[in-house]
């Protein structure tokens, strides 16, 4: 048996020939983007499978996507995943085999579908869904009370971001008095899921120490064009965020489905200038509580004056009767005293009178001059009456008083 | 005076008088006073009538 010996290129050829006579169609496949680079405007991929436990390649294959192709492939990939192909992605392409005498063997990439990705994602997502479900910490965050004084706001985002400075703008604009403190952290790429446990870490320390005191964190990433977002969707940073005891709003902005950080938190908003908006409708409504109270309080005690101006009203228009009736009264009173006093006093000055007069008779009848009228006569010592003849010695002068005239005399 | 201090008087001085226990001397010093008192009082009892209805006019 004659062994022919092949150059290497036409070994290669031959194989080249085989697979162009033999596999001439286009193929979809699905797999594992393990690596992906882009070079001169051109892509370059790795292809795996993975045994069903996911650890070891059971399959590798090179796949190459040439610039004409991937610049239109690459903005409809971004569009319709929010996301740039990266390496962990589960993809679906459509490809036809090529062999190169120099270059070897490479898949070549005509299209790519990117629902296959997108259901993917959801698949993971749900698959942290349910871990978290069965942890019991997936709704923990919508069990927290946000503060009605929400005001000091622990933000967690990149420091150059322009959603952070609208962030803090919107909140200094506002009539309250906010108070932030930013944990940068990277919002992009792979190290999304370290940094953003890192800043919550910080927060939570700062938490425990009481100081300062945090009322609720804000994670917001900085807008700007599609991103990959796919790092928000890991069980370790939904973890992290589920069970963190502050109540954290999440403002990462995406346009389609919400991401499994979203889900989680305590209120999701789409954009950073949104997150400031609600922080600020928060305390508006807070306010809103306080002024009702306010207008109740007021409408209660404007009640209770009327209430209270109408018992007095109530009282006033009887005061006058009651009063008059008073007056009547007293005056009635008045002139029973009044009607009293005249009678009293006339029949007081009449008594007198009477007695005067009786007196008067008395004294008319017991006037010496009558006695004397009829022949009686009285005897006067020293200007006393004399009733016996001893109380006089003798040769002492005496007066006798006669009707007519006076006789001296002395006592013999 | 209170108008209940004029009238209480009042009511002695007439209580007294009708006992008889007023001299003559005393009588029309004690009738002039009584005359007095109740002229007070009958003032103080409109004067108050007229305040009441000033005040109840304003509020």
Known sequence: ?412 | MTYEESLKQLEDIVRKMEAGEYSIDELAEKLTLAQQLISQCRDKLNRTDTEIKKILEKS
């Not at chain 1, 927060?203 to 917001?220: G, M, N, R, S, T």
């Not at chain 1, 489905?257 to 305390?283: C, F, G, W």
């Not at chain 1, 009456?385 to 002068?397: F, M, N, Q, Y």
Request: glycine share 6%; proline share 4%.
């Open chain 1, 1 to 412: 048996m004659t062994t022919t010996t092949y150059s290497l290129y036409e070994l290669n050829s031959l194989v080249r020939q085989t697979i162009e006579e033999t596999m001439y169609h286009e193929y979809w496949v699905e797999a594992e983007l393990s690596e992906c680079r882009t070079n001169r405007g051109h892509c370059y991929m790795e292809l795996i499978q993975k045994d069903e436990q996911g650890n070891t390649p059971i399959a590798r294959a090179q796949a190459r996507c040439w610039q004409n192709t991937w610049s239109l492939l690459e903005p409809y990939f971004e569009q319709a995943t929010g996301q740039k192909l990266h390496a962990g992605l589960k993809i679906r392409l459509k490809v036809y085999p090529q062999f190169h005498e120099a270059y070897g063997f490479s898949w070549i990439v005509t299209n790519i579908d990117p629902t296959f990705t997108l259901g993917d994602m959801a698949r993971r997502r749900q698959e942290i869904i349910r871990q978290l479900k069965e942890e019991g910490v997936f709704d923990l965050q919508k069990g927290l009370e946000m503060s009605p004084f929400c005001l000091n706001i622990a933000v967690i985002s990149s420091q150059t971001a322009a959603g952070y400075g609208d962030f803090v703008n919107q909140l200094a604009d506002s009539p309250y008095n906010f108070s932030t403190r930013l944990f940068p952290a990277t919002m992009q790429g792979e190290q999304i899921e370290q940094s953003i446990i890192s800043a919550l870490n910080q927060i939570y320390e700062a938490y425990e120490a009481q100081e300062p005191l945090f009322d609720c964190v804000v994670i917001i990433r900085g807008g700007g064009a599609t991103a990959d977002l796919s790092g928000f969707d890991t069980l370790a940073l939904a973890e992290n965020v589920a069970q963190f005891p502050l109540p954290i709003i999440t403002g990462i902005g995406h346009d389609r489905d919400e991401s499994v950080l979203d889900m989680v938190s305590h209120t999701r908003v789409k954009t950073p200038t949104a997150a400031a908006q609600y922080l600020i409708e928060n305390l508006d409504a807070t306010m809103q509580r306080i002024d009702t109270c306010l207008d109740r309080i007021m409408l209660y005690a404007k009640g209770k004056m009327e209430t209270e101006q109408l018992r007095l009203a109530r009282f006033a228009e009887r005061i006058p009767a009651l009063f008059s009736l008073v007056k009547v009264k007293q005056d009635a009173l008045l002139d029973t005293l009044s009607a009293r006093l005249s009678p009293v006093v006339n029949l007081t000055i009449e008594k007198q009178r009477h007695q005067l007069q009786l007196l008067e008779q008395r004294a008319k009848a017991l006037d010496p001059a009558l006695l004397l009228k009829r022949g009686y006569s009285m005897t006067l010592c020293q200007g006393r009456i004399l009733r016996h003849a001893d109380s006089v010695k003798p040769g002492t002068e005496i007066e006798t008083r006669l009707e007519q005239g006076t006789i001296i005399s002395i006592v013999k």
